[in-house]
């Protein structure tokens, strides 16, 4: 009997669109996380445990990176957006496979940019064009999924 393997989700590219509109692929993406607080409670009466109750979920910034695409403009462009009036859209990262087959998706909650950093633009320093934008969320959805 043959079974098919399934690929264990080793990922070259991220996609980030933002309400639909597609800012590029990113080879780096970082901050994908949640963590639940728990407040501890002693129930009087009950010694066979302790109660762990879930307080809040917080969700980590996410870093996207990549060299420089003629995409930079894009977010760039939804920087700017943003000081003429905080609209928070949906957005969701891709993770593709290097044939561009889809190994996950996260779609994001109210997304707002919060950093934005350019190459370091030194003719004595022959590195890669780089950028890297930082958004942070209001949580995780399954829409688009």
Known sequence: MTT????????????LTIDGL??????????LAADVDVQSWEEGGNNSHVWQLP????HSPIRLSRPLTKET???????????????RPTAQIVALRAD??????????EVLP???????LDPASPAVATETLE???????????
């Open 4 to 15: 098919a393997t399934q690929d264990p989700g080793s990922t070259i590219f991220f996609r």
């Open 22 to 31: 597609d800012l590029g692929l990113f080879n780096s993406c970082e901050g």
């Open 55 to 58: 307080t809040r979920v917080r």
């Open 73 to 87: 403009s894009k977010v760039t462009a939804w920087i700017s957006s943003v000081a003429t009036g905080i609209k």
């Open 100 to 109: 561009g087959s889809q190994v996950a998706q996260w779609g994001l909650l």
């Open 114 to 120: 919060v950093s934005w950093k350019g190459p370091s």
């Open 135 to 145: 958004i942070v969320h209001h949580g995780f959805t399954d829409a688009g999924a």
